[in-house]
């Protein structure tokens, strides 16, 4: 076959086939075969695997387009930038950070993972990022649980993203973790302020662990 019928094929088939962009990320994420990860430092392609698939899931299901998404590794200890932002119309990263976690899910490392009011635990799951208000920390996006059983008491809980002077790399050295909060994912002031306006009512956010009875019952995975 002649050189040019066989780019023609091929490219017939590009055009033929119903394969999204954001589908096409899915797989690529756990091929390792999308150039983006590599500028993602720390950000392990399974996890924006299972990221992606629910960013895709969830605009299907809600009709509605998010520009931002955002991604905790909880699996990373504290002392490591875990707190990924990725704009997905050009899939590059916008910001990748400290984040902590609630106080009773661990110390150092995040180990138990709760819905429960009071609990003082981070959940896991995906979350909308919604509207901005200020209260106890100034600036705060309130955020939507969108996994029922998992975190779908976020807004009674009073879960929402904000800035914590406790967020501070300094900490990690002094005393080998980052604070907690009381639950919710609290960002260093400087990265916070900066990306709020941006991701309020235009983000989701994807709270990982490598928890089988979260990763095999989630409706967005499956």
């Known amino acids: 076959m002649k050189t040019y019928q066989k780019v023609l094929i091929i490219a017939l088939v590009a055009i033929l086939l119903p394969f999204s962009k954001s589908e096409a990320l899915v797989q690529g994420a756990k091929d390792g075969e999308i150039p983006q990860l590599k500028k993602i ?42 707190f990924y932002l990725i ?32 609990s003082n635990k981070s959940s896991l799951g995906f979350y909308m990022l919604s509207e901005t208000y200020t209260g106890q920390h100034g600036l705060s996006i309130r955020m ?10 976020a807004r009674k809980r009073a879960i929402v993203m904000h800035t914590a002077d406790y967020a501070d790399e300094k900490l990690c050295k002094s005393q080998g973790r980052l604070g ?23 983000a989701l956010i994807f709270h990982y662990y490598p928890d089988n009875n979260y990763l095999n019952t989630s409706v967005w995975l499956h």
């Open 41 to 82: 430092a720390g950000l392990n392609p399974s996890v924006y695997a299972y990221a992606l698939k629910g960013f895709n899931s969830i605009q299907d299901s809600l009709h509605k387009k998010f520009r931002y998404l955002a991604v905790v590794d909880f699996s990373k200890p504290s002392t490591e930038r875990r």
């Open 87 to 118: 704009d997905l119309t050009d899939t590059s990263l916008v910001c990748t950070d400290y984040v902590c976690h609630g106080k009773h899910t661990g110390e150092n490392f995040a180990t138990s993972f709760s819905n429960e009011i009071e």
């Open 144 to 153: 939507d649980g969108l996994d029922k059983g998992f975190n779908d008491n």
């Open 180 to 202: 907690r909060s009381l639950g919710c994912p609290a960002l260093p002031v400087s990265t916070f302020t900066t990306i709020a306006p941006q991701v309020a009512n235009n």
